[in-house]
């Protein structure tokens, strides 16, 4: 049996959204344009987009992996938390 690729293993991935809101908050007035692109290009969920001198980000979909954390300087994530029980990824497939 041919091991499945990562592509092939995000594929089962499941989401359960928190609709009172998001478990990472953004800071909106952040100007470190560097940060911004790093995360953009980093998130391997694509959450964040960087353009035209403006960040968006989108909670739904994240896969919880810290990257945006550990990336941060601080200035750009105000505040980063898994999201409440029940919520969040369901990983499948290992
Ligand atoms: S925790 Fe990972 S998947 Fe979620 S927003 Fe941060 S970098 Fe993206």
New binding site residues.
């Given amino acids: 049996m041919a091991a499945m690729r990562v592509d092939d293993k995000l594929g089962f991935v499941r989401f359960k959204v928190d609709e009172q809101g998001s478990h990472?908050i953004v800071n909106e007035d952040c100007e470190d344009e560097k940060e911004m692109r790093l995360?953009a290009k980093?998130?391997?969920?694509g959450?964040?987009s960087y353009e035209e001198g403006k960040l968006s980000?989108n909670?739904e979909?994240?896969?919880?992996?810290?990257?945006?954390?550990v990336l941060s300087g601080g200035g750009l994530i105000e505040h980063?938390n898994y999201p409440r029980g029940a919520k969040g990824v369901e990983y499948h497939q290992g």
């Fill in positions: 990472i995360l980093a998130c391997p969920a959450l964040y980000f909670y979909g994240c896969l919880e992996c810290g990257t945006c954390r980063w």
